[in-house]
């Protein structure tokens, strides 16, 4: 059975940062690249960023650049995001997914988490 | 930043009726589009990878096509169990992978 289970959710103030972790199993980590994706409440979906199957291609959408990392552990078969100088416009579900080639592209996510939310109020 | 563009935004119709969701890329993606099932509180679920391929599970009432900019997700014989938002992602230039706006199914 493949499991993606993020963590790390809850309200926080604005300007704060926050590190969200998405712990996998049921499959070689290693082999996947891993994308974020939130919902912000009553909208579409949005991708955030993207990591290769090895850590070493990390790509942002330009609303969270320059604040935000993701990154990967394959020893522990976890995926991070921290996202830093929080907004109101941060406020959404955060889901991890599975899915493209090694750096993320192509294909599509097979493999969802059920979301955390982050929720960033004062 | 590819726009991607989905149409209608509401579909209602009868059980056992052909759903036939559009969705529109501003320059083209080849056949790098990908389509998801989300209902509330749940993941979205993969449905077709590739423009036209069905992923592992899905029904074959699910079927894709398109090529370039124009593609379409098409439910042969709609079932109570097939309410959901539906969005396409165009899976081939970053950034970021977009995803269309959704189109809203309704059974009557």
């Given amino acids: 059975q493949v499991y993606l289970v993020e963590s790390g959710g809850g309200v926080v103030q604005p300007g704060r940062s926050l590190r969200l972790s998405c712990s996998v199993s049921g499959f070689t980590f290693s082999d996947y690249a891993f994308q974020w994706v939130r919902q912000a409440p009553g909208k579409g979906l949005e991708c955030v960023a993207v990591i290769s199957h090895d850590g070493i291609n990390k790509r942002y959408t330009d609303s969270v650049r320059g604040r935000s990392t993701i990154s990967r552990d394959n020893y522990k078969n976890t995926l991070y995001l921290e996202v830093g100088s929080l907004t109101h416009e941060d406020t959404a579900v955060y889901y991890c997914a599975r899915g493209g080639d090694d750096n993320g592209d192509y294909g599509g996510l097979d493999y969802w988490g059920q979301g955390t939310l982050v929720t ?3 | ?61 699910f079927s ?45």
Avoid: M
């Fill in chain 2, 64 to 108: 894709g096509s398109g090529f370039g900019t124009d593609f379409t997700l098409t439910i042969s014989s709609l079932e109570p169990e097939d309410v959901a938002v539906y969005y396409c992602q165009q899976r081939s230039i970053w950034p970021p992978h977009t995803f269309g706006q959704g189109t809203k199914l309704e059974i009557k």
């Fill in chain 2, 1 to 61: 930043e590819i726009v991607v563009t989905q149409s209608p935004a509401t579909l209602s119709l009868s059980p056992g009726e052909r759903a036939t969701l559009t969705c529109r890329a501003s320059q083209s993606v080849r056949n790098h589009l990908a389509w998801y099932q989300h209902k509330p509180g749940q993941a979205p679920r993969l449905l077709i990878y590739d423009a036209t391929d069905r992923a592992t599970g899905v029904s074959a009432r």
């Fill in chain 1, 120 to 122: 960033v109020s004062s």
